[in-house]
């Protein structure tokens, strides 16, 4: 038979994110992939043995993918600005054409530890993520092009952050568009802060908001 790559798996691959997708891991039987797939049940164990392996496969696929994405854009970007850009538009670009497979990979992270069986891992996958950006940053600040009065870890949670909460947004409201622009607007408010600056520097700061009223 074909290897996992062939058309076969891929073909139960889609059948089986879209029954993910719709209806969760557990709302989701091995008849219903099969079914939608058009293959039998050993069909669908000699490629990956079961169902929690085939979810397995699907997050995996979702987090690897995002992992060439950014080691590709890096080298497409000579500034921390420019790199940190073509991440986030690379990103961006990929979850517009692959909605259901992000879904899936966020739905994960975010399951009750009931909703899945436990060995689905997704952990180590993720932490080599956020690590290439960590890296990433932690060039930035050697080289003089972020602020040191935070460390490394503080500002790739401040940029990964940013970057998921637009890729979450989309996947909610697929009116919130997500381009190069939107990405380079990100990585701007990342690198500048959205603070007021004065001349020397210092940012304002307010003691009551814009609608306040006094007593």
């Not at 080691?71 to 940190?84: D, F, H, I, S, Y």
């Not at 069986?117 to 993520?129: D, F, K």
């Not at 009116?175 to 622009?181: G, H, M, P, V």
């Amino acid at each position: 038979m074909e290897p996992r790559n062939g058309s076969t798996a891929r073909q139960i691959l889609a059948a089986a994110l879209r029954r993910f997708a719709d209806c969760g891991y557990a709302g989701t039987s091995v008849q219903d992939i099969v079914s939608a797939a058009r293959v039998t049940k050993p069909t669908l164990y000699y490629y990956f043995g079961n169902k929690a392996e085939l979810y397995q496969a699907l997050v995996d696929s979702a987090y690897d993918e995002r992992y060439r994405l950014m080691q590709e854009a890096v080298k497409r970007g000579g500034t921390l600005a420019e790199q940190l850009a073509e991440i986030l538009a690379a990103l961006f670009e990929y979850t517009q054409g692959h909605r259901e497979l992000m879904r899936l990979a966020f739905a994960t992270a975010f399951a009750a530890p009931d909703e899945l069986p436990r060995e689905i891992n997704y952990l180590a996958r993720r932490q080599r993520n956020f690590e290439f950006i960590h890296r990433l940053v932690n060039k930035g600040l050697a080289a003089g092009a972020l602020d040191r009065r935070f460390d490394g870890q503080e500002l790739a949670f401040g940029i990964y952050g940013l970057m998921n909460i637009y890729l979450m947004a989309h996947l909610v409201l697929p009116d919130c568009r997500l381009n190069r622009q939107t990405a380079t607007r990100v990585v701007q408010l990342f690198l500048a802060g959205a603070g007021v600056k004065h001349r020397d520097g210092a940012r304002p700061t307010r003691s009551r908001s814009r609608d306040a009223r006094p007593a």
